[in-house]
Nanobody, 125 residues
């Protein structure tokens, strides 16, 4: 599986963006997709994840209530809808495939793989 993230850009505080993550081959041997982000000088951190079959999702506390994940299995695509963006959301956003057998609810980068190149989100006035 190769993942391609897209949809980033420059927005103002309070604006919205929708990121896309496309899988180039069947994602079914992975249990879902996750979004992580990395700000300059900081480690990559978990943002959100979604299960392929269940559609269930979970989120980091910092984005809960503002960000929502969705997916379309037939299109092998997942989206991250980001509302009420804040300057602290500025980062490169990466999507990764949730490795089968790794626990649901994990936020560890090592439980995801096939990272795409990332897409930059800048929130600034």
């Amino acid at each position: 599986v190769q993942l391609q993230a897209s949809g980033g850009g420059l927005v103002q505080p309070g604006d919205s963006l929708r990121l896309s993550c496309e899988a180039s081959s069947t994602p079914f041997r992975y249990i879902g997709l996750g979004w992580f982000r990395q700000a300059p000088g900081k480690e990559r951190e978990f943002v959100a994840a979604i299960g392929w079959s269940s559609g269930g999702s979970y989120y980091a506390d910092s984005v809960k209530g503002r960000f929502t994940m969705s997916r379309d299995i037939t299109r092998e695509t997942a989206w991250l809808q980001m509302n009420s963006l804040k300057p602290e959301d500025t980062a490169v956003y990466y999507c990764g495939a949730h490795i089968m057998g790794r626990p649901w609810g994990t936020t560890r980068t090592s439980d995801f793989r096939a990272w795409g190149q990332g897409t930059l989100v800048t929130v600034s006035s």
